[in-house]
Every structure is written in C-alpha cells, then in structure tokens.
C-alpha cells in the first residue's frame, strides 16, 4: 500500500502533467529563463487556512531552488490582506506552479473553514464531527488533513482501515447477525485487528445489534434527533454512538445535544467552496523583465 507522501507526489505528478503537458508556452515565450522574481500569497477571505506543507512540497518538487518563505500556519484565522507566505526563484518557475499551489491550497482551505464551522456549532457538547469518504479523487489525504486542520475528525481514510457494515453489507450478507459473525471469522482468518461499525435503519435493526454483539460503533442512520435521545438511552454506553444521514449545518446541534459520540457530515468535504487567495508578483509596480 502506498504511504501518504507517496500518494502526494503521484498527485502532484499528475496536476503538473495535466496542467503543463509539453509545456507552459504562454511564460515560456515572454519570460527569460533566468529572470528572478517573488511572489507573495494573499488572502482575500476570512477563513481558516491550511495546505502550507503541501505547498511547499509543489514549489520543491518542480524547482528546488525555489525559496519558500512562511509567515501563516495551517489552522490559523486569516482574514482579507493577511500575507502566508513569500517564494523567491525564477519567474517561469512561480508561474508554472501557481495554479496547482492555488487549487490545493483554496481547496484545503475552504474545507479547513467549514470544519472549523462545524466544531464551533458543536462547543459545549461532547460530540465530535466526522468526515466520510465522499473525497475528490485523488485529493482524499489532503481533503481529510484539512478537515483535521480545522479541529473535525477523521473517520476510516478507506475501505481498508474499518471495517463499517452498512445497508447493502447487511441485506447482501442476510441479516444483522450474518454479517457480524462473517466480519468477525474474516479478521480471524486474515489475523486482522479492525474496529468494526454498523449501521442501524430504525430500532427493531438496533436491538438485534444490541442483542447479538461484537461491534464497536452503531452508526445511527437518518433517526430524527428524538429517535437519538432514545437510541442513545438503549445503548447505554456499551457502543461508540454515530448520527448519520441528511444533518446540516443548522440541525447538527440538535443530534450532538442526545448524547452521540461523533456526527458524520459528508459535506465537510463534497459541498465545499474554496477559500479566495492569490499569488501574485510582489512589488509587481517595481518589476522590470530584460
């Protein structure tokens, strides 16, 4: 399995063979390829910011000569005018990695706010806010880190570090019971040490779970906040407790407020706009090319 440094550099890999090809002609045509130049990152909307490391392993990869100074780190409040960070290098190499820098950085930023958003609703309560797999592809490690950045927590990164027996995995396996005892003879056989979760569609689902055992977290799908409170009564405290299914931003209080462990939120990282920064030449009044 790859790590994550290496999952990182086959996207960043990858944007640069998208975006450039054979290459930048536009800043190849007009910009000597000795010309020297800096940039600056603004900010230009309130907002959490992360992405620095990753940024700084765009400029690297594609031109290590290039300079990277930081003046923000990942998880801090930004506001309009606050300045992250200063590259010095060749201009055709601040011009080339400008538009991927941005799109990571926008990106991770914009999920960042809105987990952050999502913690502050949550204050006073001892619920967390989850993630889930509904990811770009490609841009899962980087989508979840930003999510972490703004105070949310992962849940599985995949289908390899859970196992999570949702609706289909029971009616497919037939029933409740076949599908803990077939999870728990698969680990077995594979000498597998995995935190098992399943979903429960209403209460005659939750009090087989209950009465059969042998998972760590019932995943509580699409219960009306009341329905929770019950649930949550039921179960005791003998299970890791999970809100799912249809929670926004303005009912999430609600579920956190019945005494549920976590609330998983898929647009953390599916329904996110990205923070509004730039990059642009410092001094650019200044810049003269020869």
């Known amino acids: 399995m790859l790590t994550v440094e290496e999952l990182n550099d086959r996207l960043i890999d990858l944007a640069f063979a998208e975006d450039i090809g054979d290459g930048d002609h536009t800043t190849l045509c007009c910009i000597p390829e000795d010309a020297m130049g800096e940039s600056k ?25 290039m300079q990277v100074e930081v003046f923000i780190q990942d998880g801090t ?18 011009l080339q990695t400008e538009r991927l820098m941005l799109n990571i950085l926008q990106r991770m930023s914009g999920i960042a706010t809105m987990a952050n958003k999502y913690v502050q609703k949550l204050k006073g309560t001892n619920t967390r806010v989850l993630d889930t797999r509904k990811t770009t592809p490609g841009m899962r490690m ?30 497919f396996a037939g029933g409740i019971e076949n599908a803990i005892s077939r999870c728990h003879q698969y680990l077995k056989e594979k000498g597998k040490d995995l935190k098992i979760e399943i979903e429960v569609r209403d209460f005659d689902e939750l009090n087989r779970v209950l009465a059969f055992g042998g998972v760590d977290r019932i995943m509580l799908d699409n219960f009306t906040p009341e329905e929770t409170r019950k649930a949550v009564e039921l ?3 003998r299970y890791e407790t999970e809100s799912s299914g249809g929670i926004t931003f303005d009912t999430i209080r609600d579920y956190a407020e019945q005494g549920v462990d976590f609330v998983s939120v898929g647009a953390l990282t599916h329904s996110v ?17 020869k």
């Open 41 to 65: 990152l603004l900010i230009k909307e309130e907002g959490v910011f992360a992405g620095v490391e990753i940024a700084k392993e765009v400029f690297h990869r594609f031109d290590p000569t």
């Open 77 to 94: 409040h930004v506001k309009p005018g606050d300045i992250v960070m200063s590259v010095k290098g060749k201009i055709q190499s601040l």
């Open 142 to 171: 980087l989508e979840k880190l930003a999510v972490k950045i703004g105070g949310g927590t992962n849940h599985r990164i995949g289908l390899f570090d859970m196992i999570l027996l949702k609706d289909n995995h029971i009616d």
């Open 235 to 237: 179960i005791g405290g």
């Open 273 to 289: 706009k990205g923070l509004d920064m730039s990059f642009k030449a410092a001094d650019s009044d200044k810049l003269v090319i």
